[in-house]
């Protein structure tokens, strides 16, 4: 393979894949397959082992999701990748990668809903607690370290607060306590690459940005290949102990060795949890996120500078009364957001109008081309009122910690003409502002 560094080269080319090899077809084909055959009963007695690396059964592994997983590792800088079904099991099988019963993990409180829901409620079910720091503070994830703290974790562009996540910052703390940083990358492809900041993990959710064209669903877990779990035994126990489920095997100790690579964190995360728990992804979503990955460079750019023009129109609107967008923070937020953003500020717009929730729905309700959908990332403009949707589970307070006020309505900028965009806007806010 050629190494590349640029994402529009990678997002064609990273990876091991050139062609198909069985048929030369330069389009990635779809294995629409259960089973693979074994060529003979010591090769499967070796994939399965682990002593050499091969497709045994879908749910863990197959052709077509294994050039997803390339090339997404590549973009993001990463050793090795795991696809599955849905952005909120990468979350979750990232966090069980590390945390048994009674562990906890450290974390930002500017989340997704959906995240902030499994943190605080069903992972406490598991026996695995969730504590909240200061992102504004890194010192607090430090502060919140005790001996059972396996994991950090953050959002780069928090939906829907929108404040840059200190990643640098955060990851050099871990890395002085043997905690790594997981980061949920999935508003900043291309725009960030927490990697190269100090994370030892990132995940996406494939659906939004990356798939972008909203038809299938997906997550991705990133192993930055960096991060030495064998530094402080005692920290990272599911890496340092025999895993009975293996014969015993010492992930941190074993996988370095026999394949090659520093990826034991993959390698767990796609034999252990994904064979025992079953969220594998369909290898036709995943030629569909194949598709969607080969265009996200071009599509990106347009939301960007769509969601910046759209900000500014905002923030001359009767209507609204505060715009959240990134390159409208002051001070240390600013700041923040220039040192991890590159290439622009994100496709998501925040507003919080001055009528409050009942401005807020009246403005949803009256769109004509904006659709009203809970999802982001797709090439179609979007727009939701979190209070009442996606952030409704939590308490006032808590919807608050997460950037939600009664009058917020989030806005994932579309690619559509910014002038067909503001148009809609305008008319819906003008009826809402009478309601």
């Known amino acids: 393979m050629t190494d ?14 050139r062609s ?56 993001e800088g990463g050793a090795a990748a795991v696809a599955l ?9 990232a966090i069980q990668n590390l945390c048994s019963a009674g562990d906890n993990i450290v974390s930002t409180p500017h989340l997704y809903g959906g995240t902030w829901n499994l943190f605080v409620n069903t992972f406490k079910q598991f026996g695995i607690e969730v504590r909240f720091a200061d992102p504004e503070k890194p010192e607090t994830f430090g502060q919140l370290t005790d001996d059972k703290t396996r994991a950090y974790f953050g959002e780069t562009v928090p939906n829907p607060k929108l404040k840059v996540f ?8 871990g890395k002085e306590l043997g905690v790594p940083l997981i980061m949920d990358n999935t508003v900043a492809p291309l725009t960030c690459r927490p990697i190269d900041h100090g994370a030892a993990i990132v995940i996406h959710s494939l659906t939004k940005y990356i798939g972008g064209h909203g038809n299938s669903i997906g997550g991705i877990i990133v192993d930055s290949g960096n991060f030495d779990w064998t530094a402080n035994p005692g920290r990272q126990p599911l890496f340092n102990e025999p895993d009975p489920s293996y014969h015993g095997a010492v992930w941190g100790q074993l996988v370095p060795e026999a394949l090659g690579a520093p990826i034991a964190f993959a390698v767990r995360a796609r034999v252990v949890l994904l064979r025992d728990l079953g969220s594998a992804i369909s290898p036709m979503n995943s030629f569909n996120f194949i598709q969607g990955l080969e265009t996200l460079p071009l599509r990106y750019n347009a939301h960007q500078k769509n969601a910046k023009k759209v900000a500014n129109f905002l923030v001359k609107h009767k209507a609204v009364q505060q715009v959240i967008y990134p390159s ?13 953003l590159k290439t622009g500020y994100g496709p998501i717009v925040g507003m919080v ?45 808590d919807q608050f910690k997460a950037g939600v006020t009664p009058g917020y309505i989030r806005l ?13 806007i305008d008319q819906a806010l003008k009826i809402a502002d009478k309601a």
């Open 20 to 75: 198909d090899p069985s048929t030369n077809s330069v389009a990635v084909p779809i294995y629409q397959t259960t089973s693979f055959q074994f060529n003979n009963t010591d090769h499967a007695a070796d994939l399965f082992a682990l002593k050499e690396l091969g497709n045994i059964y879908t749910r863990i592994m197959n052709p077509t999701n294994a050039v997803l997983e390339e090339r997404v590792a590549a973009l």
């Open 412 to 424: 994932c900028v579309g690619i559509e003409h910014v002038d067909d965009i503001t148009n809609d």
């Open 328 to 340: 409208l923070f002051e001070g240390n937020d600013k700041k923040t957001a220039k040192k991890y």
């Open 85 to 93: 079904s849905s952005g909120s099991s990468a979350t979750t099988i």
């Open 166 to 173: 200190p990643i640098e910052e955060v990851a050099k703390i």
């Open 4 to 17: 590349y560094s640029n994402a529009e080269t990678l997002v064609l080319h990273g990876g091991q894949y």
């Open 353 to 397: 109008l001055r009528g409050g929730a009942k401005a807020g729905k009246a403005f949803i309700d009256n769109l004509k081309m904006v659709y009203h959908v809970a999802n982001i990332g797709d090439v179609r403009t979007l727009a939701i009122h979190p209070s009442s949707t996606t952030h409704s589970q939590l308490s006032l307070q």
